[in-house]
Structures are given as C-alpha cells and as structure tokens.
C-alpha cells in the first residue's frame, strides 16, 4: 500500500488509473480510504473528473472509427458510468468535510436572521445608504485602533483574499514562479493556463497561488468558452455527449483533431474544477481565521455603532423602513419573517420605498406664480 500511496501522490496519471480501477470494483484492503481520506479527497476527485472525460471521449472516438456501438464502446461505457458515479459520491463528500470544518470552528450554523425590527431595519438603511454606512464604520473603526486594513471594503473574491493576506489571516508571500507568474500580462498567463490544461502529466503550482486562483478562473472560463465550439461541445460548463451517430468524419486525422479538441476542453473542465475546490479552501480558512480573531469584536461594535448613527442621521428613512416592518410584528413586536424568501421580499418592498423616498425628495418643486 505504501508503493500504492507514492505512485498516485507523485502520477496524476497514475491517480487517475487507480481512482478508475477502485470505481469498477477493484477490491484491496485499504485502497478506498487511502483514495478519499481527508487529505486526498480533492486530488482523486481531480482525477475522476479526469478520468471522467477520458472515457467518454475514448467511448466517442471508438465510435466515430468503427462507425457503431460495439462491445469495446459498450465496455469504456461501463467505465465511464462507473467513474461518474464515484465523482459525485467524491463531491460530495468534500462538501460534507467543509461544512464539518466549518461547523466545528463555529462559522457555521451562522447567527439566525434578526427578529428584532430595530435592528433589521438599521441593517438594510445601512445596505441602502452602504457609502455613508462604510464612511462612518471605517472612522469608528479607526477611533477603537484598528488598522485600515481591517475595515476596508471587499467587493470581490479576490479582494478578500487580498485583505486577508495584508492582516496576516492567511501567510501567502508572492516569490519565485508565483511572482514570476503574477506580474505576467493577460495573455501570457492565457498562455500559461492553456498549457498547463494542455499538459496532465505535469501541474502548475504556481497557479494554485491564493493571489492568482480568481485570475487563473477567469481564464479558464474564458478558454472554455474559446474552445467550446470547436469541440462540437453545446455547453461550456460540462463535456456535453457527442452526436457521433450524425457525424461523418473524412479521415481518422480529422477524428483525431475532433477528439483532441473535445479533450482539451474536458482537461479546462477538471482544472476549473480543481480550482473551484483550492477556492472554497482559501475562503473557508479566511472565514475561520477572521471568526477566531481578537478584532472580530471591536468590528461587529464599529458597524453597530455605524448604523446606529445612520438611524440618527436618517430618522425619516428609518421610519419608512419601520412602517413597512410594521405588518410583521407580532402581538410582542418581533418580525415574523421566519423564512429567507420573505425576508428578501419585504426588503425588495423597502429597498423600492426608499429609493420613491429619496427621489421624490430630490424633484425640483413647482413654484407658482
């Protein structure tokens, strides 16, 4: 097993061998767990993804040359449903290790949706009024010592990761191929992410950097969409069944071409996939190391008092916002809205209201003579 255990850490070819010889029934002590422990989750699920495609594409190629479904193609068929079976079973069991991890670091179940109507109406003035709101929380933020950093605001994915690196909340120094990488322009990392899908043997590390994952998807995404067409793929999200049956290829070189089309996009597929995961895992410890931090506190009163003030500052936008909580309130005055869908249809209806509010405030008056 130890032999087992260096050839699919060291191969993702070899990986792949093994995940699709334990997904059509290989039996051998030890060999499941050592595939989908913890720590080997994410790399076999790359390589069933992998393997995935692989067969579907060797089914389709089979077909194409002998013109019909035979036993061969019937076989690889068998492997293929086999394979896609366990990458489900795979993905979700990642799944189920994030939110474990989450749960048992206290992050998840996140805190209940407010049944207090004061304070769910000073949070959505806060949302209506967010530039006030991020002025004022920034300035209280500054008055309790903390550094900029900290309050300032994230308006993407890769700027959380940003701001996490600058507050020590994840240790991801840009040096060697990664800064190498970094500072290259658009389309030589265009360049470098289509080689990489281009060469399964051997991976990239550098772009498995938490400061270059969004840049890296976004040229994946791309590169799905350039590539999509040309491998006679109707969507760009999966490797969508070849219609072999209508096709008439003029030559084996030209099934060939076709099929190394349909497999570079199947390789963009599982690294968008692999990047997915590497994703979920930078965000998933920024969450934890933000909920475990000793600022965390002096944050939560920053915006508390933020919004307090914007009550002070606003009282008749908070009065419109009160009123239309006011149907919703129980007999002891706490909101009803037990469900996400009408929560997110009165604040729709609040959202509208003020914007009338402010509007109308804002309209020239008619003076008349």
């Not at 193609?73 to 474990?100: G, I, N, P």
């Not at 949706?113 to 530039?131: F, Y």
């Not at 219609?243 to 060939?256: C, I, K």
């Amino acid at each position: 097993m130890n032999e087992l255990a260096d050839l699919i850490t060291f191969s993702f070819l070899d990986h792949a061998k093994v995940v699709v010889a334990e997904a059509c029934g290989v039996e051998r002590t030890g060999l499941t767990e050592l595939l989908y422990d913890g720590d080997r989750l994410s790399a076999s699920t790359d390589a069933l993804t992998y393997a995935q495609h692989d067969l579907q594409i060797r089914r389709e190629e089979r077909c194409l040359v002998v013109g019909l479904w035979d036993q061969e193609a019937q076989h690889l068929d068998w492997q293929y449903t086999a394979v896609a079976q366990r990458a489900r079973e795979a993905r979700k069991e990642f799944q189920r290790h994030r939110t474990e991890d989450l749960t048992a670091a206290g992050v998840l179940p996140g805190p209940p949706a407010t049944d207090d109507p004061r304070e769910q109406a000073l949070l959505w003035l806060a949302q209506h009024l967010e530039p006030q709101f991020r002025r004022l929380f920034t300035a209280y933020a500054a008055a309790a010592g903390l550094p900029p950093e900290a309050s300032a605001a994230v308006r993407t994915r890769h700027g959380a990761i940003e701001r996490a690196t600058a507050r020590g909340l994840i240790h991801a120094p840009l040096h060697g191929d990664a800064l190498h990488v970094h500072g290259m322009s658009e389309g030589e990392f265009r360049l470098r992410v289509l080689h990489d899908a281009s060469t399964q043997a051997d991976r990239d590390d550098a772009l498995c950097h938490p400061l270059l994952l969004h840049r890296w998807r976004q040229h994946l995404k791309q590169l799905q969409t350039d590539v999509a067409p040309g491998a006679l793929s109707s969507s760009t999200q999966s490797l969508a069944p070849l219609a072999w049956e209508e096709l008439r290829p003029q030559s084996l070189h030209e099934v060939r071409e076709l099929m190394g089309r349909r497999r570079l996009l199947g390789n963009l597929l599982q690294r968008y996939g692999e990047n997915r995961r590497l994703r979920y895992a930078v965000h998933d410890a920024i969450s934890i190391a933000e909920h475990a931090h000793p600022e965390k506190p002096l944050l939560m009163a920053a915006a508390r008092d933020a919004r307090e003030e914007l009550g002070r500052r606003h009282p008749d936008l908070y009065k419109i916002i009160r009123n239309l909580l006011e149907p919703h309130l129980t007999r002891y005055g706490r909101l009803r809205l037990r469900n996400s869908q009408g929560r997110q249809q009165v604040r729709g209806q609040v959202m509208l209201a003020l914007l009338e509010s402010e509007g109308a405030a804002a309209a020239p008056r008619q003076v008349r003579c």
